[in-house]
């Protein structure tokens, strides 16, 4: 159980030139930080939600490229986000922009200087992990029905 009482505590001690110690503020770092602890992790999560979509708006560049260059090019963009892999891409990019998107808005509670408390910190944290699954259900629950009658056709193709 940690004694720290706010999240902004995490410090290091270093000396200043003239030999006095001084708490310098620490950055998130792998070999610091505990990465399973709500603090860090979700930290992480965001970054690397980050820099997949830094990926994912190139495949949105491609489906509009696509979409401009006429319904042949089109079709084959379609084709691809299509298939089950395509499907599964968007997905992972649906769960991915859905976390990015709370956690940023999570981090503009932390700027206007709310929410530092551990307890707050944890709660935004579980509010953020939980929103993601439940906006990204409802994001593909259109999705379900296809998906199901394409899953019982190969069943039964390969029955
Ligand atoms: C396609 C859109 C986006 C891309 C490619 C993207 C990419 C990234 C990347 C790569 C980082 C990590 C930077 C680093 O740690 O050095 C990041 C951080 C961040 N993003 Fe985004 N982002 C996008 C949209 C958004 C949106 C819509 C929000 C707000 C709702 C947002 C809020 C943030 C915040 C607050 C951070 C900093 C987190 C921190 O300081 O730990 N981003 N973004």
New binding site residues.
Partial sequence: MSSMQDSREAAMIGRRTDGTTVRRPLS?HLQVYDMLQMSSFS?IL??I???V??F??LLVVYWLLALALGPETYATARAAFAHPIGQLVLVGMTVA?WY??L???R??NWDIGRGFSIPAMYRSGWAVFIGTAVLSIITWLPAIPGAVEFITAQINANL
């Fill in positions: 998130p930290s965001n970054r939600t980050g820099v979509w830094s994912g708006i922009a990015h998107t956690a940023g808005l981090h503009i």
